[in-house]
């Protein structure tokens, strides 16, 4: 039969073992993750996981990239168990994705792993049923275990419960004790169904990987565009260098000398206004380097228009450097966020794209080259912002920098919740005023409560929280935190609520009337 799974003898044993991979991994999710609270024990899962795949397919151990896989896997199982997040979720399911497709296709391009990755998950949902299906229709020998399976097991269960059903109906001491029977809630049964379920259809996949062809890397990635002619490129890479010269020009005189602004705009204006512009024409003109400038073009092969292209690059890693001193600026005169922190990784990202558009126009690297160098830039981004805790580094710079006490921004911290703890904390003893100091000490009350009450569950406990209530401990050193009472509640960053307005004599007795 097209498509039907097919089990030679030589890997009956190797697709038993996958089943009961899978039934283990149900059986530790159950257990694990019902009624999950957001803590380490999803990464715990994600370290079984992965040991069972190594296990149930040895392939994945001797697959080109198999082991670097796999490390990448146990990193960020372990940044899962560190703190979780969907970001160190997201690699980790990349990792053990590509662990699991490693031993049927060899990594050459990474716009190509993308689609395979992508299909491998599109297509989760629906393997496990596909391949109960075909295992219980085959015909034959090897058809006779699907059958064996639902006649050996669902019937008599089935059978066995609809006789039981009529018996207890029957028979008044027979219906007593099968009532007097504690059985599941009908929601408990559900959750721990879906549970299962969507626990399947993600370790499934891992298991037994489909091959997945697409098309050679070879073939070009990018659409290929005829090449433009010389001139053209020369008279546009001329204006550009113009254009770019005026704005790095008056980025030098504002940003990078200090000379005064013109009246009515301030420096923080000046800053937050062009620093997101910048970086998105910056991405504009990678993109044309890379579209309309191919290596072993004409253009590319004219001294002119390389260096016309050098003194372009080389103006867009200004501006690039102009946008992060922009940025820096603004945080400076108003504060640090998790979005900034971001923004400014995102800009080093951009210029790191920049040098390598410009290292592969001038040594005739292919685009497949230019993507895989992009995407492990990216990766290794990403995978040290699944250890560090932007809020914390955020709140910590806030408190750290503070000026004006009026102008630090509370609410933010209470937002943080236990990443401005710590911070929130040593503000308490600052010299920042009475009014700031309590707002302080009620908002690190908050956090600490909630912090302590996630962390004394096991399904919700992580190890940045622990190291973290154990700092606060020593930080405290028994001293209670005591804020001033607020009668009538707090506003949001703490600050405590006036009493209402009382209603005048006046008014009160136009009200009886």
Not at 56 to 82: E, N, T
Not at 116 to 126: D, K, N, Q, V, Y
Not at 264 to 270: P, Q
């Amino acid at each position: 039969m097209p498509g039907a799974l097919t089990i030679p003898s030589w890997s009956r044993y190797s697709f038993a073992m996958k089943l009961g991979g899978a039934l283990a991994l149900l059986v530790v999710a159950d257990g694990l993750l019902y009624g999950y609270g957001g803590g380490a024990v999803i990464g715990l899962f994600a370290l079984i996981w992965l040991a069972v795949m190594v296990l149930v397919r040895p392939a994945v151990r001797h697959a080109r990239g198999g082991w670097i896989a796999l490390l990448c896997g146990a990193l960020f199982a372990a940044s899962l168990i560190h703190n979780p997040g969907p970001l160190a979720g997201l690699l980790f399911l990349i990792a053990i994705g590509s662990a699991a497709l490693l031993p049927r296709h060899v990594f050459d391009h990474a716009g190509l792993w993308f689609l395979r990755l992508t299909t491998l998950g599109m297509g989760a949902p629906f393997w496990p049923i596909a391949d109960a299906w075909r295992l219980a229709s085959m015909s034959g020998q090897r058809g006779s275990m699907g059958k064996s399976i639902l006649l050996n097991v669902a019937l008599p269960l089935i059978g066995g419960a609809l006789f039981l059903s009529l018996f207890a109906s029957a028979n008044p001491v027979l219906g007593n004790a099968v009532a007097a029977i504690e059985w599941p809630d009908l929601t408990t049964l559900i959750g721990h169904g879906l549970l299962l379920g969507v626990t399947l259809v993600f370790v499934w996949p891992t298991l037994r990987p489909r091959a997945l062809r697409f098309a050679s890397a070879r073939q070009a990635w990018l659409p290929q565009m005829p090449d433009p002619s010389v001139t053209m490129m020369l008279v546009t890479l001329l204006v550009f260098n113009a254009v770019f010269a005026l704005e790095n020009g008056l980025d030098i005189v504002f940003l990078w000398s200090g000379a005064p602004l013109p009246d009515g705009i301030t420096l923080a204006d000046y800053a937050h206004r062009g620093a997101y512009t910048l970086i998105a024409t910056a991405l504009l003109a990678g993109l044309f380097v890379l579209v309309a400038l191919r290596p072993g073009s004409p253009s590319a092969q004219t001294p002119i228009i390389r260096r016309l292209l050098l003194a372009w690059v080389a103006q867009n890693l200004l501006l690039v450097a102009s946008s992060i001193l922009r940025l820096l600026d603004y945080i400076d005169a108003y504060s640090l966020t998790e979005w900034r922190i971001a923004a400014l990784v995102w800009m080093v990202l951009v210029a790191t794209g920049l040098v390598l558009i410009c290292w592969r126009f001038l040594h005739g690297q292919s685009a497949a080259w230019l993507i895989n160098a992009n995407v492990l830039a990216a990766g290794i981004v990403l995978s040290v912002s699944t250890l560090v805790d932007y809020g914390a580094i955020a709140a910590r710079w806030n408190v750290d920098h503070l000026r004006d006490p009026a102008r630090l921004d509370l609410c933010y911290l209470e937002r943080l919740e236990s990443s401005a703890l710590i911070p929130l904390l040593e503000l308490r003893k600052a010299p920042v005023g009475n009014r700031l100091r309590d707002q302080a000490s009620y908002l690190s009350g908050v956090a600490y409560r909630r912090l302590a009450e996630s962390q004394s569950d096991w399904q919700s406990w992580t190890v940045r929280g622990a190291l973290r209530l154990a700092e606060a401990d020593a930080l405290l050193a028994g001293n209670a935190l005591t804020p001033l009472p607020a009668p009538h509640g707090r506003m949001c960053g703490g600050e405590i609520l006036p009493p209402p307005p009382r209603r005048s004599h006046c008014l009160s007795r136009q009200l009886q009337h």
